[in-house]
């Protein structure tokens, strides 16, 4: 068994930040690749930001800049701080993460989605 706990959207205005967190947990050996992905209303799910089990990170060119990908690995837990939120951003976040399972099986797992909102 293994969840994926997202926590942190919410309403913010234009200009406004938000930090989203993703605590994993279950019958986890190692967690690699961990990741942010959002999709608005009538578009699909895309890329914001990974990082990966080392540190280095990849972001989406629409939040370079903006957005801030880190990780506590002892916590099993992946972060996303997003500043100067633009209306654009609004979306459900999702987090996901590359598992080896106890069961030595590599899996990709799904948090249930965050609703972030960015208006005035």
């Known amino acids: 068994q293994v969840q994926l706990v997202e926590s942190g959207g919410g309403l913010v205005q234009p200009g406004g930040s938000l930090r989203l967190s993703c605590a994993a947990s279950?019958?986890?050996?190692?967690?690699?690749?961990m990741g942010w992905y959002r999709q608005a209303p009538g578009k699909q799910r895309e890329l914001v930001a990974q990082?990966?089990?080392?540190?280095?990170?990849n972001y989406a060119d629409a939040v370079k800049g903006r957005f801030t990908i880190s990780r506590d690995n002892a916590k099993n837990t992946v972060y996303l701080r997003m500043n100067s939120l633009q209306p654009e951003d609004t979306a459900v976040y999702y987090c996901?993460?590359?598992?080896?399972?106890?069961?030595?099986?590599?899996?990709?797992?799904w948090g249930q989605g965050t609703q972030v909102t960015v208006s005035s």
């Open positions: 279950g019958n986890i050996l190692r967690i690699n690749d």
């Open positions: 990082i990966t089990s080392g540190g280095v990170t």
């Open positions: 996901k993460a590359d598992l080896l399972l106890i069961n030595y099986l590599p899996v990709n797992y």
